[in-house]
């Protein structure tokens, strides 16, 4: 037996990571804007807010996609959290007969801290995986492609920023996720 042997195996048996994309990369997220109701996303931590599945193609200059690459994103703004894919999953929804938190999306007891996000748009509950439960708020993510090419992450908009107030209510404005390659913008839909 060769003295390389034990040294291949070692190799071989540690996890796969990723590279960083190369500079010339082209990172084409779809959609690059998503326009919501702002009255649903209005408070940080009300326990009520959109929830985004992301997705971004990792591509060289010729358009061949770079699986196993590493891209990086930013959120603007505090009230809106870019989170891994494995940091979620969908959960059922809470029994109105249990008892414990009162998970009533309409009551004034509502207890965001217990209870699982409910995503209005697409009328689904989900939670944190475990690794990431607490006071997880990330404005930092790197994604990891997939053997296509494609990056996934969630991103959580708990709230817009807002400018203040029209004489009115509240005016929001947008929200955007960067990185040095593409920007997402989170918009706010104004009912017009």
């Not at 007969?97 to 697409?122: F, K, N, P, R, V």
Request: aromatic share 12%; with cysteine.
């Amino acid at each position: 037996m060769s003295v390389l042997t034990p040294l291949l195996l070692t190799l071989a048996c540690l996890p796969q990571t990723g590279h960083p994309a190369p500079a010339d990369a082209t990172i084409d997220p779809t959609p690059d804007e998503y326009t919501m109701a702002p009255e649903f996303a209005g408070t940080i931590d009300d326990g009520r807010g959109y929830l985004v599945k992301v997705d971004a193609m990792v591509q060289d200059l010729n358009g061949i996609p770079l699986p196993d690459t590493e891209v990086e994103f930013t959120s603007e703004y505090g009230g809106m959290y870019i989170l891994p894919e494995a940091a979620i999953r969908e959960v059922d929804p809470p029994d109105a007969d249990a008892e414990g938190a009162d998970c009533d999306l309409e009551s004034e007891t509502y207890d965001a801290e217990i209870c699982a996000w409910y995503d209005i748009d697409t009328e689904l509950y989900f939670e944190l995986s475990p690794s990431y439960a607490g006071d997880y708020k990330p404005n930092y993510v790197v994604a990891k492609t997939d053997r296509f090419g494609n990056a996934r992450m969630w991103v959580y908009v708990d709230a817009f920023p807002s400018s203040g107030d029209d004489g009115y209510s509240a005016v929001f404005m947008s929200a955007k996720i960067t990185n040095s390659f593409a920007v997402i913008t989170f918009s706010p839909d104004s009912g017009v």
